[in-house]
């Protein structure tokens, strides 16, 4: 039985519409970076995201990296582990830690003390999706308000990326 070339196009069209569609990249805004914490081991700190989904479907978030820049030169680096899940067609508002050592704590108040104000953070976010890892780079700049005092948490300014 020989099928019509109109049948074998409905076919077709069928089939690959059962196909996965690519995901989307979730938009990423940095909102807000703080230190809460410097000893004479570590810091610690936040960096708070505005992340939104143009997908569908949830999409986990579970990995980050990160760097932090301090009057321009490199200062310090890190990773995070999420468990988030991004809602589908939503928004979520997401706070990772950020663990700095003692080597890179002293590099951070070695930067500060010299007077350098302006910061820049940059990372990539690994969202899991039905249709595989999505990786999502953010960059986000800004100035320092005022000299960290002991005791105070250290807000990084929410300036314009």
Same mark, same amino acid.
């Given at each position: 039985? #020989?099928?019509s070339a109109a049948a074998l196009a409905g076919a077709f069209t069928a089939?690959?519409?059962? #196909?996965?569609?690519?995901? !989307?990249? @979730? ?19 936040? +960096? ?11 999409? @986990?978030? &579970? *990995? ?7 009057? %321009?030169? &490199?200062?310090?680096? %890190? ?19 950020? *663990?700095? $050592? ?5 590099? +951070?108040a070695r930067q500060l003390a010299g007077g350098n104000r302006l910061y820049?953070? &940059? %990372? ?5 999706? @039905?249709?595989? @890892?999505? $990786? +999502?780079?953010?960059? *986000?700049?800004? !100035? #320092?308000?005022?000299?960290?005092r002991p005791g105070l948490p250290l807000q990084l300014g929410a300036a314009?990326?």
């Amino acid at each position: 039985m #020989l099928l019509s070339a109109a049948a074998l196009a409905g076919a077709f069209t069928a089939a690959c519409g059962a #196909l996965p569609r690519p995901a !989307e990249s @979730p938009q990423v805004d940095v909102r807000a970076v703080g230190i809460t914490s410097v000893t004479a081991a570590d810091a610690t700190g936040y +960096v708070d995201l505005s992340i939104a989904n143009p997908n569908g479907f949830g999409v @986990p978030l &579970r *990995h980050g990296t990160w760097t932090l820049s301090l009057g %321009g030169a &490199r200062a310090v680096a %890190g990773t995070f582990d999420l468990d988030a899940t991004i809602p589908p067609r939503g928004t979520a508002a997401v706070r990772a830690a950020l *663990h700095v $050592d003692l080597a890179g704590a002293a590099t +951070v108040a070695r930067q500060l003390a010299g007077g350098n104000r302006l910061y820049a953070l &940059r %990372g990539t976010l690994t969202f899991a999706t @039905p249709v595989g @890892p999505i $990786d +999502v780079a953010f960059d *986000h700049r800004g !100035e #320092l308000a005022d000299a960290p005092r002991p005791g105070l948490p250290l807000q990084l300014g929410a300036a314009p990326r």
